[in-house]
């Protein structure tokens, strides 16, 4: 691995999978790269000023705008002919899926030569843990708490991928970070590919999920395993590969261990939650053809 | 050589006489003519630039954020409703010192909706680290569009600007205007030069967040750039003159007010009503002249207090209110002579609002007000007035 | 020009003047002997703090948390986490 462009040093918990992701996208894209980022986990962990992680030309401005600023980068290079830095968006899920869609919108719709990359840990992380469009079913988070009368979430995770697909972004992939081959492929494809990409990447949070530190790889293996994430392609709206499950697991395994979960193995009614969610990875696996 | 020309039209090609690299814009009415007449200057290939039609206001700003910090000479436009939605795009611009030039057409703020021009939507970004500057005509913002590109990029400014201008009145009036000449704004106005830009060869980081021991230097440097602004935009307004034959008398400007005992202080469109109703009261034999505000923010403190050190009475029209308590530019004025030993009688009138149309009658009945103010001395019912409220309406 | 300067810039990488090997309770010891070289302890490391040094993998104790996810993912495991004695 060459030296990373994301320097040690950062304030990201210990064992956050945020990093992993971020490290692996830029040594993909290399030094010749610009990256916008909203407000959240990964901007305030990198950039307490006068401190700063990036080694490759980084800005941040607000938290619904990165997608927006990006294109304003992009059409400042093209009238300056420097159209061969590579472009990035690297932003977390509440900017992605909720905040800052519109302005996601307009940038796919624009057609920008930029890959738009969303670390995914399924909920507002830097405020605290609060449910984000990208909240999975069930999952307890700090404004969809377990109680008598909740078993936690209990709206569907907005399928992000879709949508950049339904807007015709020529490139949309979703990746983990316990697949670094993959996801380092994905990222430089996304760059070959003229137009705006989205990359979705499975990077789970330690404090909002609830885990035991050293098991962020293990977890972000198992989502893939048990179906919950799919890993897959689209190349100009056509799904063109999956990642394939050898041996999906029982979604319990995956669950069991995130203290977000806890809850669906001891309440009434948990073993139907359960099976909604194990439901859900199955239609995941006939859907994008996972299994052998 | 004048030729007759929409407001928006004229503004467009003094945009296009600026080069600017990255225009981004989002329509809102009575601000559309404008961003129309540059898409067509684009079209024609008049105007070299990137051109993009972007998802809101929001959007419209947070992309020069990326293209000036990319190195770009940046161009939008807006009013009203969109303004509001820019908020906090702009507080970011300016925080990041980011030289973005804004034509801001004035128009009243929703709700009751209400397409029509007052000053409602620039005061109340008053506190978000824009340079403000108000326009009488098409002509005077035609011609503060360089300047103000010139001043914001100006190394030891480095802060956004806005040319005000009023809906309606100004964007779609026809009148003759003076065209710019490109080469002669190039004498004044060099190209844009920032000092760090978004570049993988010098990888810098933009945005970084500042904890509390870092925050109030921050704004401190920004105060600091503002008060510079100060001496540069008379000096702009000079080397404008010079250039180009017309110069506007820098921070304020003032008509008929060395001798006045009524100081009317007012900004934008409407001075040219005063104007009219100064020279009509100075035939009676009303002592009144005008004080026009050209710069907002920064305020011009030292110039107001010449200015209005030897009147009698001092009455501010603008078209503006802060619910709650009076009027920005009046309690800015108060505030301004407060500890001064200048003591005279300040007094305000909000007219205007929603389009409401001001004649010269009106700016009578202010001058007869302050006038009585003047005799009787001040009360504080008649110290703020929202002036034209029609009782058949309520 | 002031420290603060005037557009808000960073100079690149400069969060390593932070060292957050402070935060960490448990210390790496990679056994050198039964690493295979895979390079998975690098490439997963969050900190971007383990680096091959003369042809050993070895974390840099002044940026490492302690994390452990080097330990868990060391296919031979010859990665021990040790309670370090500060």
């Known amino acids: 691995m060459q030296e990373s462009l994301f320097a040690p040093g950062h304030r990201a918990c210990a064992g956050c999978g945020m990093p992993i992701a971020i490290k692996l996208v830029l040594d993909a894209a290399g030094p010749n790269t610009i990256v916008a980022s909203p407000t959240g986990c990964l901007e305030v962990t990198s950039t307490p000023f006068p401190e700063s992680s990036w080694k490759v030309p980084w800005i941040h401005s607000l938290f619904e ?35 800052g869609i519109g302005s996601i919108s307009g940038m796919f719709d624009r057609g920008h030569n ?134 999906k697991r029982p979604v319990e395994d995956y669950l069991k261990t995130q203290g977000r979960y806890k809850h669906l193995f001891h309440v009434e009614g948990g073993e139907e939650y359960i099976a909604n969610i194990q439901a859900i990875a199955d239609r995941n696996a006939e859907k994008f053809g996972l299994l052998d | 050589m004048m030729r007759v020309a929409e407001g928006s039209y004229a503004i467009a090609d003094a945009v296009r006489c600026c080069s600017p690299d990255v225009v981004s814009v989002y329509p809102i009415t009575p601000q559309t003519h404008i961003v129309e007449h540059l898409s067509q200057l684009v079209a024609n290939g008049e ?9 809101s206001e929001f959007s419209s700003l947070s992309s020069l954020i990326g293209a000036s910090a990319a190195g770009a000479r940046t161009y939008t436009s807006t009013t009203s409703q969109g303004l509001a939605l820019m908020f906090e795009v702009l507080y970011n611009a300016s925080g990041m010192r980011l030289p973005i030039v804004m034509t801001t057409v004035n128009r009243a703020l929703s709700a009751p909706l209400s397409i029509w021009n007052d000053q409602q939507d620039t005061f109340g ?117 010079e250039t180009f034959g017309r110069g506007y008398g820098g921070l304020i400007d003032t008509y008929q007010a ?7 202080v007012s900004l934008g469109s409407i001075v040219g009503t005063i104007k009219d109703a100064v020279d009509v009261l100075r035939k009676e034999g009303i002592k009144v002249g005008l004080v026009k505000i050209r710069s907002y923010r920064p305020f011009p403190v030292e110039a107001l207090k010449e200015a209005l050190k030897d009147a009698s009475v001092v009455a501010v029209i603008e078209k503006d209110v802060s619910v ?28 205007g609002l929603g389009g409401r149309d001001v004649a010269m009658k009106q700016i009578r009945k202010i001058v007869e007000n302050a006038s009585k103010v003047k005799d009787e001395g001040l009360e504080l019912e008649t110290e703020f007035e929202i002036f034209g409220v029609n009782p058949e309406c309520l | ?31 050198h002997d039964k690493c295979i070289k895979c390079s998975l ?19 840099d104790l002044d940026y490492c948390k302690g994390c452990s996810i080097c330990a868990h993912e060391c296919p031979r495991g010859a990665i021990e986490m040790v309670l370090e004695d500060k």
């Open chain 2, 125 to 241: 970004v008053r506190d978000s680290g824009w340079i403000q500057l108000y326009a009488e005509n098409v002509q005077e913002v035609m011609d503060l569009t360089p300047q103000l590109y010139r001043i914001s990029e100006d190394p030891d400014i480095l802060t956004p600007s806005m040319a005000c201008m009023d809906g309606y009145i100004l964007t779609h009036v026809y009148e003759p205007v003076e065209f710019l000449d490109p080469g002669l704004v190039k004498e004044i106005l060099p190209p844009f030069s920032p000092v760090n830009v978004l570049d993988p060869e010098d990888p810098k980081t933009f945005g970084a967040f500042a904890d509390p021991s870092w925050f109030t230097e921050f704004r401190y440097l920004q105060y600091k750039a503002m008060e510079r602004a100060l001496d540069l935009i008379g000096k702009v307004d000079k080397e404008f003159e």
């Open chain 2, 324 to 351: 709650g308590y009076q009027s920005a530019l009046l309690t800015d004025i108060k505030g301004a002579l407060y500890n001064t030993s200048i003591r005279v009688p300040i007094v305000g009138f909000a007219v």
């Open chain 1, 65 to 99: 705008n990165p997608a927006s600023v990006a294109s304003g980068i992009e059409i400042a290079l093209k009238k300056f002919g420097r159209t061969d830095i590579n472009l990035l968006v690297i932003a977390g899920d509440g900017s992605t899926f909720d905040i």
């Open chain 1, 114 to 247: 930029i890959t738009y990359i969303c670390y995914d840990n399924e909920a507002y992380m830097n405020t605290g843990g609060q449910r984000s469009g990208s909240t999975p079913f069930y999952a307890s988070t700090t404004t969809t708490p377990i109680g008598t009368q909740s078993p936690g979430n209990l709206v569907r995770k907005k399928d992000m991928p879709a949508i950049a697909v339904a807007h015709g972004a020529p490139y949309v992939a979703t990746a983990s970070i316990a697949y670094p081959v993959d996801l380092r492929r994905k990222v430089k494809r996304s760059l070959e590919i003229k137009g705006p990409a989205y990359i979705q990447i499975n990077a789970p949070c330690i404090t909002g999920w609830s885990y035991a530190e050293g098991d962020t790889i293990e977890l972000a293996k198992l989502v893939v395993e048990t179906c919950i994430c799919p890993l897959y392609e689209y190349v100009n709206g056509e799904l063109v590969g999956v990642k394939k499950v050898r041996n």
């Open chain 3, 41 to 59: 302890c690098e490439i997963f490391c969050p900190d971007s703090c383990i680096h091959q040094v003369e042809g050993n993998f070895v974390p």
């Open chain 3, 1 to 31: 020009m002031t420290r603060c300067g005037v557009s808000m810039v960073v100079e690149p990488g400069s969060t390593q003047v932070t060292k957050t090997g402070a935060w960490r309770t448990f210390v790496p010891v990679i056994d």
């Open chain 2, 47 to 55: 105007l070299d630039c990137e051109y993009i039609n972007v998802d």
């Open chain 2, 258 to 264: 060395d001798d006045a005992e009524i100081l009317l």
